[in-house]
């Protein structure tokens, strides 16, 4: 019988598989969509974004220390391009 951690690696893995593709993408566009803006409402408006997306993805267990793919970290870097107070701490973890 398989663990619960173990289990839940799988399904975080699973999760990941399906969003990680498309959370890349979204990251890349609001990089550039911020380096690009031209008012102060959107260049206040995309890291509030970014980071709303991080709280709902970590709240869904979809994004969380361990991911697969090295994706916990690539996040975390990507985001903190975005805005440099954009950190694991804003979802709980270290």
């Known amino acids: 019988m398989h663990s619960l951690s173990h289990r839940k690696r799988l399904r975080l893995a699973e999760k990941w598989t399906r969003v990680s593709p498309w959370w890349l993408a979204v990251l890349?566009?609001?990089?550039?969509?911020?380096?690009?803006?031209?008012s102060e409402e959107l260049i206040e408006a995309v890291p509030e974004a970014v980071k709303n997306m991080l709280l709902v993805m970590s709240a869904q267990g979809v994004l969380a220390p361990g991911a697969p793919q090295g994706l916990w970290e690539t996040t975390w870097k990507r985001a903190a391009a975005i805005d440099p107070g954009l950190t694991p701490a804003i979802v709980g973890a270290k």
């Open 28 to 38: 890349d566009r609001m990089e550039a969509l911020l380096k690009n803006a031209k």
